[in-house]
């Protein structure tokens, strides 16, 4: 089973800031199968990116994702107020199958 | 359009059994994968439950044994049962659609609060 391992756990930054958040597996894993969510309180989780780079419908180009392998990176150009949320990497193993979550970074002003 | 909505949540006490169902809307639960989410007070997101298209099941360590996914095709709902509820299994309870293929979440329910405490 694929373990994801989110760093840093919080971000403290200001609008209009670059946000780099990290998605590390602890095996190499399909890019096919990685995705990144968006969950503010109150609220589900939202889909920001998948296939570890392809930005899911209406997600602002301010949200980009790259990586391969082992380590995931999710970037958001210039922070919006709005953005300040809990971010989720996730991936799914095929053998044994099912799906994996980090355990998610805080992005706080 | 595509919607999901949950019901059946609410408090139970430690060892009881409890349905939630999420009613969908804008496809058919047949042809596409339906998965159970939660997310406990203070904690992130963890994968529970799975239901394929062609009806085989998977589960998290966790839940395995204790809960159990089905879907009704004519009513357009998946469920997920269940039993010998722990303290542990507080959490709100999302229900969402897999993208086919690509094996992640596209679709989510508002979710449903599940309390298991005495």
């Known amino acids: 089973e694929t373990v994801l391992t989110q760093s840093p756990g919080t971000l403290s930054l200001s609008p209009g800031e670059r946000a780099t958040l990290s998605c590390r597996a602890s095996?190499?894993?399909?890019?096919?199968?990685l995705a990144w969510y968006q969950q503010k309180p109150g609220q589900a989780p939202r889909l920001l990116i998948y296939?570890?780079?392809t930005r899911a419908t209406g997600i602002p180009d301010r949200f980009s994702g790259s990586g391969s392998g082992t380590d995931f990176t999710l970037t958001i150009g210039s922070l919006e107020p709005e953005d300040f949320a809990v971010y989720y990497c996730?991936?799914?193993?095929?053998?044994?199958?099912?799906?994996?979550f980090g355990q998610g970074t805080k992005l706080e002003i | 359009e595509v919607q999901l909505v949950e019901t059946g949540g609410g408090w139970i006490q430690p060892g009881g059994s409890l349905t939630v169902s999420c009613a969908a809307s804008?496809?058919?639960?047949?042809?596409?994968?339906l998965s159970w989410v939660r997310r406990a007070p203070g904690k992130g997101l963890e994968w529970v439950s799975v239901?394929?298209?062609?009806?085989?099941?998977d589960y998290a360590d966790s839940v395995k044994g204790r809960f159990t996914i089905s879907r009704d095709i004519s009513a357009n709902t998946v469920s997920l049962q269940m039993l010998s509820l722990r303290a542990d299994d507080t959490a709100v309870y999302y229900c969402?659609?897999?993208?086919?293929?690509?094996?992640?979440?596209?679709?989510w329910g508002q979710g449903i609060l599940v309390s298991v405490s005495s």
């Open positions: 239901i394929y298209a062609g009806g085989k099941t």
């Open positions: 804008g496809f058919s639960v047949s042809n596409y994968y």
């Open positions: 969402a659609r897999v993208r086919r293929n690509l094996n992640h979440f596209e679709y």
């Open positions: 095996q190499s894993v399909s890019s096919s199968y």
């Open positions: 296939a570890a780079s």
């Open positions: 996730q991936h799914y193993d095929i053998s044994p199958p099912g799906f994996t």
